[in-house]
């Protein structure tokens, strides 16, 4: 099932066929599926590396290995497991599953590099996908990987197949931040929230992805500091990231007036880095502000607080990374979004 290379080491989600740690969520969706009245779109949604978009495939490959939610091999499973083998995982996993659209950020072959953006021409793309009829006479699906990457007019198109969902259809929305996605999109689809993962079920989601031993004394360290996120422990495992970690949380709990001179060094720690370690700054800003938004349920102007601060920091990410701009400055534009979101 692998297509590990030294260039790239770690399995991907579409290639991931175990799933530490969220079997409730599991239980929920083999249970609606089994009862013949599978919801059309489901919004599954946490902060970011839990395992989500794994969930995701996990569910496409067994629908679309099973299409008959009656049949009887359906009705005795007790998990959405399908060998590894099956002629449909193996097309998932090479992105040759004909009645499966993914929808994430493509690269740009100009550039080389990813768009900041779900562009809104491959949401339309899943009109016609939903319209067309199955290869294999059966089941449509549609991942989002994430939602929290379409603009406004992406999220528009979107609203089209959610509000006449042909038959036989599924529509598995991704979100990093479920409270921020606009009303009329959540209103239309069953939410499923995953919540961060134990240490050990960290530690071995990234033995699974990696390989590696568990006993190596990095893989432990990644866990311990991963908050539960199995993508923030593989960013971990870049040392540089790991030393980051320390540096970033005292400035969070400086907030809303961290000091000048170690948002400075910060940014010049990240000016000479990799692109992995602004990765795992980033995500460690995402994790801080979807526990804003979380904390913030009940408190409509809080929400909008750090909902508008995750999408300023994530374009402002983008923008760095397609762009390739100086880092500091994006450090103090951070921390300064931050800090308007941590005023009462």
């Known amino acids: 099932m692998s297509d590990k290379t030294p260039e790239r080491d770690v399995l991907l989600p579409r290639e991931t066929s175990v799933l530490y740690g969220h079997a409730e969520a599991e239980r929920v969706l083999l249970e609606a599926y ?47 497991a399908v060998a590894v083998d099956n002629p449909v995982a193996r097309r998932i996993a090479a992105q040759a599953q004909g009645d499966l659209l993914v929808l994430e950020r493509v690269i740009n072959e100009q ?41 406004r007019e992406g999220a528009n198109a979107l609203l089209k197949v959610l ?39 960290v530690t071995r989601a990234v033995v699974t992805a990696t390989g590696r031993d568990a006993a190596e004394p990095d893989i432990a360290q990644a866990a311990a500091a991963s908050d539960g996120s199995v993508g923030r422990a593989l960013r971990f495992l870049d040392g540089p990231a790991l030393a980051l970690r320390q540096r970033v949380f005292d400035l969070f709990a400086q907030l809303p007036n961290p000091d000048p001179r170690a948002l400075h060094a910060l940014g010049d720690a990240l000016s000479g880095s990799e692109p992995q370690t ?45 762009y390739n701009l100086e880092r500091k400055p994006l450090v103090f534009s951070v921390f300064g979004l931050l800090a308007e979101a941590a005023r009462r």
Not at 173 to 179: E, F, R, V, W
Request: aromatic share 6%; with cysteine.
């Open 34 to 80: 089994q009862s013949t009245r599978m919801p059309h779109a489901w919004l599954i949604g946490g902060p970011p590396g839990i395992g989500k978009a794994t969930l995701a495939y996990r569910l496409s490959r067994f629908v679309l290995a099973h299409p008959d939610p009656k049949a009887l091999d359906v009705q005795a499973a007790a998990s959405l």
């Open 111 to 151: 550039t080389g590099k990813l768009y900041t953006v779900i562009r809104v021409d491959d949401v339309r793309r899943s009109v016609s996908f939903f319209g067309s009829t199955a290869g294999e006479g059966g089941w449509r699906i549609a991942i989002v990987d994430a939602v929290d990457d379409l603009q």
């Open 163 to 201: 509000e006449e969902p042909p038959a036989r259809t599924l529509l598995l929305l991704i979100s990093h931040a479920p409270g921020r996605e606009l009303p009329t999109i959540r209103s239309r689809c069953r939410r499923l929230l995953l919540r961060p993962l134990d240490e050990a079920d």
């Open 278 to 322: 602004l990765a795992a700054f980033i995500d460690m800003v995402n994790a801080w502000l979807s526990g804003r938004l979380d904390a913030g349920k009940h408190d409509a102007v809080h929400m909008a607080k750090a909902a508008q601060a995750w999408e300023k920091v994530n374009r402002a990410a983008r923008d760095v990374e397609a």
